[in-house]
């Protein structure tokens, strides 16, 4: 009996193989336009289990392939074998992700999970540099493994094409041996680490912002968890993402492959890992720092002596934000307040006086903007200085004359005019944003315009 | 006598403080006992903080997502708050990234 079902499982473990190398080619010679149908797994199927076949010797391709760290003492054949019966779930396909997935793949890693809600799109490029230009719009899980699949055809890469969510992230999670967080925001995060304290397993975070990165490894040989450092999350006002506040690629690159490096090193048993510690880099001074961390805190309500947190619970509700990254629209303002693009477009075709104050920052001002826009950056709206020159501009300005602002996509713009109709309250000026910002313009009115 | 010690900010906290991430501070003689974290929190608010404070405090300790450091160590290790500075301390303020 035994012995039939690993007969049964090798066959099956054949096949599969057979049947990704098919729909790799076929993806090939069909241009990936038929990407995610022809993929086996792109559904929410978290139930995709293993081979539990052990890899038990490393073949004459292996051993060609891998010589160069099998030679190292550290790694030996029996790191290496180590790593080909290893299962690695990246969660996140995008700066970090790549370059991690890329790395694990390179190295032999029996099996990546890939998972990510997102399709690829051109602005991604810069950063998430396992995706090419072909695969725009097709699903970043799908692009990332079959991008890993053409480095490394032995590598069993399995996409999910799905939000990681209370429901289905325990399932998923415990099917692997480590974890990647490669995500881009504050509600993935804590489900992540929730769940790995839970499915027992470790977490290797990293994250990236402008300049800098940090890294860490979270439930592992005893350390802390993301809880330990951070029981409360930040307040969603101070959280930027990478579409707001810029990110240079090479950085979650920097970030990305050290988190492949971590998995190689816990996957492997091997030297020192960042359990316990934080790794800061600063990319713009050129500086690498290792701090210490607090030990895993008693007191932790996931990983503690006592957890009272035993379950997954809400996250976007436990953080006040989305789990995601993606831009959304405020509605801050009565439509009275807000006027189209194409009706600003109308009011300067019929040259009707009015003011134009653009809120955006003046880098985001040299890569397009409005003719005649005046530029007051919203976190300047406040200040006094800046508040005092528009005063006197409309001291000089016919009452009847209303003010326009705009920004990249009417959210600034509105909390601009909120800003200014109390501050300049005295003013008798009407004051009205742009809806959906420099985006509509792009959208509505002149295509030629740039969108970033 | 005065407390000279080095301060801080990363990973987007610089922005509170006009993008400036490292300032060399004397602290002035404190009357009553040595200065502590807590202290020093305070001084920062009144005395280096360009905008919104609420970003960086909140009641008497760093607002959450912002790990302090002491000395390159987690300032859960020194004591958080209660932290006795000495001269040429480096205290740094972290503001945690998530982005990727």
Request: hydrophobic share 35%; charged share 25%.
């Amino acid at each position: 009996m035994e012995s039939e079902l690993h007969e049964l499982r090798r066959q099956l473990q054949e096949k599969t193989k057979e049947i990704n190398r098919l729909n790799l080619l076929l993806r090939e010679k069909d241009g990936l336009g038929n990407l995610d149908v022809t993929l086996p797994f792109t559904s929410a199927d978290t139930n995709v289990s293993h081979p539990d076949i052990p890899c038990e010797t490393l073949s004459n391709a292996s051993i060609a392939r891998y010589s160069r760290q099998l030679i190292l003492p550290e790694v030996g054949v029996k790191g290496q074998l180590a790593l080909a019966n290893a299962s690695v779930l990246i969660v996140g396909a995008g700066g970090l992700g790549c370059p991690a997935a890329l790395y694990l793949a390179a190295a032999g890693t029996g099996c990546l999970g890939l998972l990510d809600y997102d399709t690829v799109e051109l602005s991604n490029l810069h950063r998430q540099v396992l995706h090419t230009e072909q695969r725009v719009s097709v699903p970043k899980s799908s692009s990332a493994a079959f991008g890993c699949n053409q480095l490394n055809s032995t590598v069993r890469c399995i996409p999910y094409h799905m939000q990681l969510d209370s429901q289905n992230a325990l399932q998923l999670l415990r099917q692997y041996d480590v974890v990647l967080d490669c995500t881009d925001n504050v509600a993935t995060r804590y489900l992540l680490n929730d769940a790995c304290i839970m499915a027992k397993k470790p977490l290797i975070s990293g994250s990236a912002l402008r300049f800098e990165g940090q890294l860490t490894v979270y439930n592992y040989q005893d350390g802390p968890c993301y809880r330990c450092l951070y029981p409360t999350p930040p307040p969603p006002e101070t959280v930027t993402n990478c579409s707001d506040g810029g990110v240079l690629g090479v950085i979650p690159g920097i970030i990305g492959c050290l988190q492949a490096l971590e998995a190689v090193k816990v996957i492997c048993s091997l030297g020192n890992t960042y359990s316990q510690r934080l790794l800061l880099f600063d990319g713009l001074e050129g500086t690498f720092r290792t701090i210490k961390l607090r030990p895993r805190q008693q007191s932790c309500v996931v990983c503690g002596d006592n957890p009272s947190v035993t379950k997954l619970i809400d996250y976007e509700q436990f953080c006040g934000s989305r789990a995601n990254d993606k831009e959304h629209s405020l509605e801050l303002l009565k439509p009275e307040d807000r006027i189209s693009a194409k009706e600003y477009q109308s009011i300067v075709k019929e040259k009707l006086p009015h003011l134009l104050i653009d809120v955006r920052l003046p880098v985001e001002q040299e890569i397009c903007s409005l003719p005649g826009a005046w530029n007051i950056p919203i976190g300047d709206i406040h200040k006094e200085e800046c508040l005092e020159k528009l005063r006197k501009k409309l001291q000089e300005t016919d009452d009847s004359v209303p003010v326009y602002l705009v920004c990249r996509r009417g959210n600034d713009s509105q909390e601009a005019v909120k800003a200014l109709k109390e501050k300049l309250k005295d003013m008798p000026h009407k004051f009205k944003d742009i809806y959906g910002g420099l985006h509509a313009w792009s959208k509505h009115v002149d295509t030629d315009f740039p969108v970033y | 006598m005065e407390l000279v010690v080095s301060l801080e900010f990363s990973g987007g906290a610089e922005l509170l403080f006009d993008k400036v991430k490292n300032h060399e501070v004397s602290l002035p003689a404190r009357a009553n006992g040595p200065w502590t974290i807590k202290h020093l929190l305070v001084w920062i608010k009144d005395n280096l903080l360009k905008e919104r404070p609420e970003l960086f405090v909140q009641g008497d300790t760093v607002r959450p997502g912002i790990l302090v450091l002491i000395n390159d160590a987690d300032w859960e290790l020194m004591g958080e708050l209660n932290y006795e500075l000495k001269s040429k301390d480096r205290i740094v303020f972290i503001s945690t990234l998530h982005g990727g």
